[in-house]
């Protein structure tokens, strides 16, 4: 499965944006999808995920209440909606799809390229 994430961009700190994460190549049906997010000079990490079909998430505490995933499993897309932007919150954020229906904070397998996203102070 190919994943293509985008709706990146340039942002004020206070201000919001939607990611999005298509999938083609294979449905994502029966997986799991999560956004990971890397700022410079740091290691990747988790941000959100979501189950098959969609009824349970989880979130990274930095962004809890901030931010919501969420799918549209007949588009084959996930999303990250994106609110009350922080200048911490700016990297690249990648989309990832699990073997597994469950939510989980690893074992993605696969991923797609990411979208930079910027918050400005």
């Known amino acids: 499965v190919q994943l293509q994430a985008c709706g990146g961009g340039l942002v004020q700190a206070g201000g919001y944006l939607r990611l999005s994460c298509a999938a083609s190549?294979?449905?994502?049906?029966?997986?799991?999808v999560a956004w990971f997010r890397q700022a410079p000079g740091k290691e990747r990490e988790f941000v959100a995920s979501i189950s098959w079909p969609g009824r349970t998430t989880d979130y990274a505490d930095s962004v809890k209440g901030r931010f919501t995933i969420s799918r549209d499993n007949t588009k084959n897309t996930a999303y990250l909606q994106m609110s009350n932007l922080k200048p911490e919150d700016t990297a690249v954020y990648s989309c990832?799809?699990?073997?597994?229906?469950?939510?989980?904070?690893?074992?993605?397998?696969?991923w797609g390229q990411g979208t930079q996203v910027t918050v400005s102070s």
């Open positions: 190549g294979r449905t994502i049906s029966k997986s799991a």
């Open positions: 990832a799809a699990s073997t597994s229906p469950l939510t989980s904070r690893q074992n993605y397998v696969y």
